[in-house]
């Protein structure tokens, strides 16, 4: 672990609220339509120009999403769908799995895992092994996590990899990737009781 770490120490200069999720088990237009997206409405962007489109159109989002190796991965700049239990439940449903990392402007991080339609890890890294809300659900391989507060962004991108094998490529912070306006994740899940809870 500590070589990722060391690895995405990178990580720890980007100005960026980012939501960052790898999903197997759905195709790319699947996982659009999870987080409220129209596949059709498919447009290419950079990270930088999803956000700014997403601050021009008020109340909705924009995130990136596309096949990598055998999995879709989900980006989000300045969102937070990737971390809504409900979303990862979705997206996991049947033989699926989800796993996202998230980090936002106020120091606050969240890694959030579900397999076959269940949540088997919702958390804040930043307390360790301590849980940071009642419903927080710690899996075992997050036990004795001893993250250091100076290097959570990197750590959080070298979580990812060690439990999905997908290493975060540099080049999509600057690529133009598909990219899917989505509502707020609240908006979306109105309706749906216990939608933030694990």
């Known amino acids: ?99 996202s990392v998230h980090w936002n402007g106020n120091g606050m991080f969240r890694i959030t895992e579900a397999h076959a339609g269940t949540v088997t890890a919702y958390f804040e890294p930043t307390f360790g092994a301590q849980p940071a809300a009642p419903d927080d659900v710690i899996p075992e391989w997050g036990v004795g996590l001893q993250l250091q507060p100076d290097e959570l962004r990197a750590a959080c991108l070298a979580l990812v990899e060690q439990q999905t094998d997908v290493a975060f490529d540099q080049e999509w912070l600057v690529k133009k990737l598909p990219t899917f306006r989505i509502p707020d994740p609240d908006e979306l899940l109105r309706e749906v009781e216990g939608s933030r809870t694990p």
Do not use: C, K
């Open 1 to 99: 672990m500590r070589e990722l770490i060391d690895r995405y120490q990178w990580a720890q200069q980007l100005d960026v609220v980012m939501t960052f999720a790898i999903i197997r088990g759905r195709s790319v237009n699947e996982v659009v339509r999870i987080y409220g997206g129209h596949p059709e409405q498919r447009q290419l962007m950079t990270m930088v120009e999803a956000e700014d489109a997403g601050l021009d159109d008020g109340d909705d989002f924009h995130f990136q999403v596309f096949e990598h190796q055998d999995a879709v991965v989900a980006l989000e700049n300045n969102g937070w769908s990737g971390t809504v239990p409900e979303i990862a439940r979705r997206a996991s449903a049947g033989d699926g799995y989800f796993f």
